[in-house]
């Protein structure tokens, strides 16, 4: 896998980036991929940016997986964020393991991997190093930026870091900063990991390993917590995984059983586990309202951008509740804003599927948001 | 602690115990304790089933422990549960750690602890263990039987198993049958214990040593359940552990992550990892409905207990629907049944806490009982 990436589209950063813990870091990797063309124009570019355990290859194949890119429901040819009209940008993250400066990377002061002396990062680190795709790209404004999760976490760190970015943006699922809960189930995560003695305070790398048991633990968290209770209930129940009956074992009797182990242990196969510590740390973080004097108000005010917040009802991770606490204080700060509330039993991970009533949402007002873009770049 | 568990009250049950699994169980030892004392007409005895990491040690001191009864907060004198009134049973159940047989006990065929050997239980197993020591204080019926989460599971199936054994009965935030998310969330702690190599297919035990990291990460996964998401954030929010800011590292930053490792490390001190996976494998089988052609109504029919349901409304663990299924089941089949929602923010465990309705709703029912039971026995 790691001689892939050697493969994979990416800048070197050169403006040394200082981050929020005081360090700075300069000369790295930023990987990227983009799909569709961008204009003449320039009217057409949308920024898309990716959720804890994404990357950058949003559509088609992900060549390194070699499995259909995270967000194929969404963008490509015809699709919502239709790339026969739109150039769509992704990056990988800071602190990710895609290609992007991360934890495996060699520190140039030990001439080793990072490991735990990779500095903690924060999301507003994520999107400063971000920035340089853009003017690499030579594009002054987007037409859009959007993401889920985190990826939406990205993009409000990003409009009010750099108000006259975006045209538009399309925060989904998200919140404004971490509730107790999803520090609480991030810290499991980590937990999990660092439970792994293989882990090895962050070292495994010296020895060629991953601590495969306490990252699929870790992976099995974050499935839970993305389904709904009641769409868990209409997909599994108790449904039992090719048996007439129980085992009376430890064995995956059940189909939900079975459903985790895959996907824990799937999971490592194509993430690093340092990484999750860095992003799920930079994730409960985030506290929008704490870096303005003034709180969330303050930090949207005399924005231009116009927003379209998206949650989806049956989402326990990032409510409604904290998606409309984004629109209550955008609409305070006199943002220009709309909300949609998307009913479905799909819980978080609706935004990743076949959401029909989600995906016209996403299109109409990308369409309508490009028309306003182009006349306002004609005056 | 484990030379403490020998001074612990116990009977031998000698009658053999044919499990659901096939195998058959005998002259095992079944651990109790009682508080308040049994009237000469015997109508005063309430039977409490515990929950997952529950014991036999409901009120006073646990002497294992020496820490506060799981239930003080209902059982004691002058409480809900008022033991200068009523005499208050409650035997710890198989596949347990705190003297009833489990799998850290010694198996007489390999002279070994069990492991992984002994058999997989199921709730009516526990349940028609229990039945011994009913025998062996003498008691025909009780005046109540009650229990909380697992507690309520096993009470389900008590009244079904024998229907005349309890007069009035009052489960507490349970279900009939395991929901998909509870089965993911008890394979989640599952994976956590299996994941830890100290573990070693159960085998710890032969090195002295317990799955101190994995069993910790099991307790988490719990303790995250209990509480409701609004619960959580008005009792931590994103309040920090003693630092004025972030501490940039993957120390406890956060109260939340603090109280997270405290009490998954501090239950290693009391708890078997394998009985971790004996009894949450257990609560996954239990499937009230499948038991009985014709479904949950059938379980209920032609029983003479009168029960009372109680849930909470933001538990989401054992959810105000699910319980309300058990209570449409009852009526259909002609049982005598109230039903309470608790309106609170205390999650799953408000059972355990100070809440005033629910301790109300608790002592009025079983004090009008008692006066019903009472008049029965006189007629």
Same mark, same amino acid.
Not at 39 to 51: E, G, M, S, Y
């Given at each position: 896998m790691n001689s892939k990436l050697k493969d994979i589209k990416k800048i070197i950063v050169t403006k040394?980036?200082?981050?929020?813990?005081?360090?700075?870091?300069n000369n790295f990797p930023l990987a990227y991929e983009t799909y569709g063309k961008l204009?003449?124009?320039?009217?057409?570019?949308?920024?898309?940016?990716?959720?804890l355990t994404g990357d950058q290859f949003v559509s088609e194949t992900n060549p390194i997986t070699n499995k259909e890119g995270w967000w194929v429901t969404a963008v490509g040819p015809g699709k919502a964020i239709d790339t026969n009209k739109y150039f769509?940008?992704?990056?990988?993250?800071? &602190? #990710?393991? $895609? =290609?992007?400066?991360?934890?495996?990377?060699?520190?140039?002061?030990?001439?080793?991997?990072?490991?735990?002396?990779?500095?903690?990062?924060?999301?507003?680190?994520?999107?400063r190093a971000q920035e340089?795709?853009?003017?690499?790209?030579?594009?002054?404004?987007?037409?859009?930026?959007? &993401? #889920?999760? $985190? =990826?939406?976490?990205?993009?409000?760190?990003f409009c009010s870091t750099f108000p006259d970015k975006a045209f538009?943006?399309?925060p989904i699922a998200c919140s404004s900063s971490h509730s107790a809960q999803n520090i609480a189930l991030n810290e499991l995560a980590r937990q999990a990991i660092m439970a792994d003695p293989v882990w090895d305070k962050g070292k495994y790398f010296l020895k060629n390993v991953q601590p495969k048991n306490g990252l699929a633990v870790a992976r099995m968290v974050g499935h839970i917590s993305y389904l709904s209770e009641k769409g868990m209930q209409?997909?599994?129940?108790?449904?039992?995984?090719?048996?007439?009956?129980y085992e009376f074992s430890f064995n995956a009797d059940f189909q939900v059983e079975s459903y985790l182990r895959h996907q824990g242990y799937a999971f490592v196969e194509?993430?690093?586990?340092?990484?999750?510590?860095?992003?799920?740390?930079?994730?409960?973080?985030?506290?929008?309202?704490?870096?303005?004097?003034?709180?969330?108000?303050?930090?949207?005010?005399?924005?231009?951008?116009?927003?379209?917040?998206?949650?989806?009802?049956?989402?326990?991770?990032?409510?409604?509740?904290e998606n409309k606490d984004i629109v209550i204080a955008l609409n305070a700060s006199g943002a220009d804003v709309s909300y949609s509330e998307i009913i479905?039993?799909?819980?978080?991970?609706?935004?990743?599927?076949?959401?029909p009533d989600f995906l016209k949402t996403l299109k109409s007002f990308i369409d309508s948001m490009h028309e306003k873009f182009k006349n306002e770049k004609r005056i």
């Open positions: 040394p980036l200082k981050l929020d813990c005081g360090k700075t870091i204009n003449k124009n320039k009217d057409n570019a949308i920024l898309v940016f990716h959720a769509v940008i992704c990056a990988n993250v800071i &602190g #990710g393991c $895609m =290609g992007s400066l991360g934890p495996k990377d060699i520190n140039s002061e030990t001439k080793q991997p990072y490991g735990l002396d990779f500095p903690v990062i924060t999301i507003r680190d994520m999107i340089s795709l853009l003017d690499h790209l030579e594009i002054k404004k987007l037409l859009c930026a959007t &993401g #889920g999760s $985190m =990826g939406g976490m990205q993009l409000l760190q538009s943006a399309i209409e997909k599994f129940g108790r449904k039992l995984q090719e048996k007439a009956d194509r993430f690093d586990a340092n990484s999750i510590l860095y992003i799920t740390r930079a994730m409960d973080y985030f506290d929008l309202a704490k870096q303005f004097k003034g709180g969330l108000v303050e930090a949207f005010k005399g924005q231009k951008t116009k927003y379209l917040i998206i949650s989806f009802s049956s989402d326990w991770l990032y409510t409604t509740k479905t039993d799909k819980g978080h991970d609706s935004f990743l599927l076949e959401v």
